[in-house]
């Protein structure tokens, strides 16, 4: 079973006509590892949003220093 899979996009013909005539067979990697970066860069970004978005709903207590100094006060 492969892990990859096919996903076609639409150039304009004259970008075509420049690939095709600088005759490089690494076209096809350098586009795969751009398409690749683009993808987790935008993954990584939506993941910070959430977070940031997650982050802003907290409710804000008291400092920690707060809530340590009455524990050991209270003993």
């Known amino acids: 079973m492969s892990t990859t899979s096919v ?4 150039i304009d013909t004259r970008i075509r006509a420049i690939i095709e005539e600088i005759n490089d067979p690494v076209w ?12 987790k ?3 990584k970004a939506q ?5 940031r ?9 008291s ?7 009455a524990d050991r006060d209270a003993r």
């Open 7 to 10: 996903y076609s996009i639409r």
């Open 63 to 69: 400092p920690a220093a707060e809530s340590i100094r």
């Open 41 to 43: 860069r935008k993954h």
């Open 53 to 61: 978005e997650a982050h802003g709903s907290l409710k804000v207590g």
């Open 28 to 39: 096809q990697e350098e586009i795969r590892t751009l398409i690749e970066q683009a993808a």
């Open 47 to 51: 993941i910070l949003a959430r977070a």
